[in-house]
């Protein structure tokens, strides 16, 4: 029971669940200020959820929904229509280190902010 060919798969298997299961409580709202304070609270997002890849390596992010909020500006083409975006993998290495770093949960919260903002659909 205790040999290395079942402590290292049960190990990465509860840091794989533990990451995900964090990934979908704090993660998700934490991405959700950002996404707010990143568009100067013009623009509201709601995730169904998130999974992390195999490997630790993306998260893909499913059922986006940006809604703007407040009144519209002349440059904003887009307000007052929601946008949707099914299914989004993005790349995210030392995913791994979310559980353990708070310098990791901020950067990752950052790369996966601008990713969700770079879509040409979002007028800025």
Same mark, same amino acid.
């Given at each position: 029971?205790l040999s290395p060919?079942? $402590? /290292?798969p049960?190990?990465y298997? /509860?840091v794989?669940?533990?990451t995900?299961?964090? $990934?979908n409580?704090?993660?998700?709202?934490?991405l959700a200020q950002?996404v707010?304070?990143?568009?100067g609270?013009?623009?509201?997002?709601?995730?169904k959820s998130l999974?992390?890849g195999?490997?630790l *390596?993306s998260?893909?992010l499913?059922?986006?929904?940006?809604?703007p909020?407040?009144?519209?500006?002349?440059h904003?083409?887009? /307000?007052?229509h929601t946008?949707t975006?099914?299914?989004l993998?993005?790349?995210?290495p030392?995913?791994?280190?979310l559980?353990f770093s708070?310098n990791?949960?901020l950067?990752s919260?950052q790369?996966?902010?601008?990713?969700i $903002?770079a *879509? *040409?659909?979002?007028?800025?």
């Amino acid at each position: 029971m205790l040999s290395p060919g079942v $402590l /290292f798969p049960a190990g990465y298997l /509860f840091v794989y669940l533990s990451t995900n299961i964090f $990934l979908n409580a704090n993660f998700k709202k934490n991405l959700a200020q950002s996404v707010n304070q990143a568009t100067g609270n013009t623009w509201r997002v709601s995730i169904k959820s998130l999974k992390s890849g195999l490997i630790l *390596d993306s998260v893909t992010l499913n059922d986006i929904e940006l809604t703007p909020t407040g009144k519209p500006e002349p440059h904003q083409q887009n /307000f007052g229509h929601t946008i949707t975006i099914q299914n989004l993998e993005i790349p995210c290495p030392n995913l791994e280190k979310l559980l353990f770093s708070p310098n990791e949960r901020l950067l990752s919260t950052q790369v996966i902010c601008k990713k969700i $903002l770079a *879509d *040409d659909r979002i007028a800025q």
